[in-house]
């Protein structure tokens, strides 16, 4: 535990300095996802730092003025860090963990990839949140979402935000160091083996 804590700094500064590069994977899987999803609605997804700009083309509404024949745009951003912190927590739960090298590798990458993939859940329910429940009601009903589906993204969001950030990377860290864990915790593999009996 110590070891962790004292790791934990070192990972949150060295994660923030390389934001710009960390993201980048949030930041193509999601462009990829959200601009071929709802291309008439998404003209653009730019990536400055840890931001990810949003620019939306849509048809405006009665009280904005635009030029006939052309469509309104906006531009919003959304925070990928506040869904990336999982990245420098599971860095060091690994580093902090005795293993050998190679594990350690293997373990933090096949970790990162699906830290990124949970990052990308909840930046693009961001986005989706944004759309539907942030804009004029004129410009949400443009993309057509039901009010089933509405609620689905809602709950997509939260569980995007308050979830996988935080329980992701102690699920993975607890999968790949079952034999670390029970060394910590004698006989809880015994305790849980008899619970699901």
Same mark, same amino acid.
């Given at each position: 535990?110590?070891?962790?804590?004292?790791?934990?700094?070192?990972?949150?500064?060295?994660?923030?300095?390389?934001?710009?590069?960390?993201?980048?994977?949030?930041?193509?899987?999601?462009?990829?996802?959200?601009?071929?999803?709802?291309?008439?609605?998404?003209?653009?997804?730019?990536?400055?730092?840890?931001? @990810?700009?949003?620019? !939306?083309?849509?048809?405006?509404? +009665?009280? &904005?003025?635009?030029?006939?024949? /052309? $469509?309104?745009?906006?531009?919003?951003?959304?925070?990928?860090?506040?869904?990336?912190?999982?990245?420098?927590?599971?860095?060091?739960?690994?580093?902090?963990?005795?293993?050998?090298?190679?594990?350690?590798?293997?373990?933090?990458?096949?970790?990162?990839?699906?830290?990124?993939?949970?990052?990308?859940?909840?930046?693009?329910?961001?986005?989706?949140?944004? @759309?539907?429940?942030? !804009?004029?009601?004129?410009?949400? +009903?443009? &993309?057509?979402?039901?009010?089933? /589906? $509405?609620?689905?993204?809602?709950?997509?969001?939260?569980?995007?935000?308050?979830?996988?950030?935080?329980?992701?990377?102690?699920?993975?860290?607890?999968?790949?160091?079952?034999?670390?864990?029970?060394?910590?915790?004698?006989?809880?593999?015994?305790?849980?083996?008899?619970?699901?009996?």
């Amino acid at each position: 535990m110590l070891k962790v804590l004292l790791w934990l700094p070192l990972c949150f500064a060295v994660w923030y300095y390389m934001r710009g590069v960390i993201g980048l994977p949030t930041f193509f899987i999601t462009d990829a996802l959200m601009a071929n999803w709802l291309p008439d609605f998404i003209r653009d997804i730019e990536f400055k730092g840890h931001l @990810l700009n949003v620019v !939306l083309q849509f048809d405006p509404p +009665a009280t &904005l003025k635009v030029p006939e024949g /052309q $469509k309104a745009e906006l531009l919003f951003s959304v925070n990928s860090l506040a869904y990336g912190y999982s990245i420098p927590l599971y860095t060091a739960l690994i580093l902090a963990t005795p293993d050998e090298e190679r594990a350690k590798w293997i373990h933090w990458i096949i970790g990162f990839v699906i830290l990124v993939l949970a990052q990308t859940w909840g930046v693009s329910f961001e986005i989706l949140m944004t @759309l539907l429940f942030k !804009l004029d009601a004129s410009m949400s +009903a443009q &993309l057509g979402f039901s009010a089933y /589906q $509405k609620e689905l993204v809602a709950l997509g969001y939260q569980f995007g935000y308050l979830i996988l950030p935080a329980v992701t990377p102690l699920v993975l860290w607890i999968g790949f160091h079952q034999e670390f864990i029970g060394l910590l915790v004698p006989g809880i593999r015994e305790k849980f083996g008899k619970g699901t009996g």
